[in-house]
């Protein structure tokens, strides 16, 4: 029989486009939760942005200064963390957020990721000449990451608010059963 987990914590993880950040917002408002962005959190310590991160320490160095991010919010408590799409992709950052958050992955089609990021320029994954087959591939080589997480919830065809919905049934079910 496996311990129970402390949850005092949601985490929102997925691939770019999924909705983290605005039913990142809208959970921790309902909830009267703190909201971290681990990507906000890394350009405040960095003091650059992600793509400069990425320009001038490459994807190995973003990922790095993610773990310290991730790393960082071990004493958090009453806080909505919303991260990066390729977070998951690093074991020891997902044990980490998982000693005291229950993590939901939200879901998207590569086509409906695309429709929703295709008009953004922060996306330094996505500046190549086919990025709907770059959203393709990476998320073929992500999902078995994602489905790692304790609650998968699929965003296409929902709203915000329906979603938020989703994931706070999800939170308070996990808080009250300690997964």
Known sequence: ??????????????????????????AAALLHFRYVDTDAL????????????????????????????????????????????????DPASVESLREHAVVVCLWASPETIFERTRHTSHRPLLRQADPLGA???????????????????????RSTREVTQQVLKAFHLAVKSGL
């Open 42 to 89: 890394i350009e405040s310590r960095a003091g650059k942005s992600i793509p400069e991160i990425f320009t001038t320490e490459g994807e190995a160095g973003f990922r790095q200064r993610e773990r310290e991010a991730v790393g960082e919010l071990r004493t958090c408590r009453r806080t909505v963390i919303a991260t990066g799409g390729g977070l998951v992709t």
């Open 1 to 26: 029989m496996r311990a129970r987990r402390r949850i005092h914590n949601l985490v929102l993880t997925g691939f770019m486009g999924t909705g983290k950040s605005s039913v990142g917002r809208m």
């Open 135 to 157: 959203i393709r591939r990476l998320l073929a080589e992500r999902d078995p990451f994602y489905r790692r997480a304790d609650v998968l919830i699929n965003t296409e065809l």
